[in-house]
């Protein structure tokens, strides 16, 4: 029998783990990534800032596991009435039981000449890609660079280059455009103002109830005007994978899409057991992934003793965040409850979160590094 996880972000790699110990040893376990490396997606504007950084976000992904194969490859479709994943390399891989975990792209909504124009931010090299432009654009004289989306990620990433620009002293204004009435708008509204305040602290030009229309090679045109740039980086959504065309599968609380697969994650729109939509974040994947592992193991156990039948019962999930955690250049936001920090406990909060993380997936010198790299700086709470 054959169980496969579709990639290794945070769902996979927390499921694979949970697998490795539940699943029969006669089970053979696979995780096939385009890239057989995991990169700790959170931490990754970082790296706009410290280049260096790179190496501690990423882990191999044979590091991680101890008896899964890793097969490195592009999945291009997944057939589940034959139980059957097509591979870019024209190969193909039969399951019993998968589960996808193919993460999402960024969305450009078919905004004309955005996709064309932006650097999204979902891998290293496109942090690569905005730190050269924002250093060409800084050894030039400055200018401005936008960016599109004040979700977390669009948040991090205008705090950080903000950071990067007083710290090069150099001539470089960051404007952040949210089409919502508040940064971080799906977040509660306490940890909302802390962060449009943290924003503010690091001189970010913050811009909300404003609505891209398109983009040139010069600006963003939006309802309210056109917004000049110099670069341009769009962290304004997420779409489901291509392997799936582009959509994010619709699963209810026990993550299932059939009797054989199940999806989790950033690939998965997911409404939990008391109706509530997840949000698509890290920390939900994680989360998902430790009942997704359940209802694996339980999958696998009917297939080995049913050829076919009812669908066996399966743990239910409900979303329930013991808090929210954001970098914003130097420093930080946290709400743990009702309570929002900033300043030396939030950075504390967020390091220590992160290198919880890192060291479970098997990477205790990265651990080790981010710890260094993201104490300090004092401040206070709301």
Not at 227 to 239: A, E
Not at 257 to 283: F, K
Request: glycine residues 10%; aromatic residues 6%.
């Amino acid at each position: 029998m054959r169980v496969v996880v579709l990639g290794g972000g945070y769902a996979g790699v927390v499921l694979t783990d949970k697998l490795e110990d539940r699943l029969p040893a006669d089970v053979d376990l696979v995780v096939v990534d385009e890239t057989g490396e995991h990169l700790v997606q959170h931490e990754l504007h970082r790296a706009i800032r410290r280049p260096e950084f790179a190496g501690d976000i990423v882990v191999p992904l044979d590091d991680i596991f101890d008896r899964t194969r890793v097969e490195v490859a592009t999945v291009e479709s997944v057939d589940r009435d034959a139980r059957e994943i097509a591979l870019a390399d024209g190969t193909s891989l039969e399951y019993d039981v998968a589960a996808v975990c193919l993460g999402a792209a960024s969305a450009f909504y078919g905004l004309p000449g955005v996709e064309e124009h932006a650097v999204p931010l979902k891998r290293l090299s496109d942090a690569s890609q905005i730190r050269s432009e924002f250093e060409a654009l800084a050894e030039s004289g400055g200018g401005t660079v936008v960016v599109g989306g004040a979700g977390l990620s669009g948040v991090q990433t205008a705090g950080e280059l903000a950071a990067f620009a007083r710290e090069e002293n150099a001539a470089v204004d960051v404007v952040l455009l949210e089409q919502l009435d508040s940064v971080a708008p799906s977040f509660p509204e306490r940890f909302q103002r802390a962060v449009r305040d943290e924003l503010d602290r690091e001189g970010v030009d913050v811009r909300t109830g404003v609505t891209v229309s398109r983009a040139t090679d010069e600006a963003v045109e939006t309802e309210s005007g056109d917004v000049p740039y110099d670069v341009f980086v769009w962290t304004g959504g997420i779409r489901g994978p291509d392997a799936l065309d582009g959509e994010r599968v619709d699963v209810r609380a026990d993550f299932s899409v059939d009797d054989r697969t199940v999806a989790v994650g950033d690939a998965a729109r997911v409404v939990d057991s008391e109706g509530a939509a997840v949000p698509a974040s890290a920390q939900a994947a994680v989360r998902e992934a430790r009942v997704a592992a359940r209802n694996v193991e339980t999958l696998v156990a009917d297939a080995r003793e049913h050829e076919d039948g009812f669908r066996p019962r399966l743990e239910q999930y409900t979303f329930d965040s013991p808090g929210w955690l954001v970098s914003v250049g130097d420093g930080a936001v946290a709400q743990v409850g009702p309570t929002v920090f900033r300043g030396t406990a939030a950075r504390a909060a967020k390091s220590g979160v992160g290198a919880s993380y890192l060291a479970a997936a098997g990477g205790a010198r990265e651990a080790v590094a981010l710890l260094s790299e993201e104490f300090g700086a004092a401040g206070d709470r709301e």
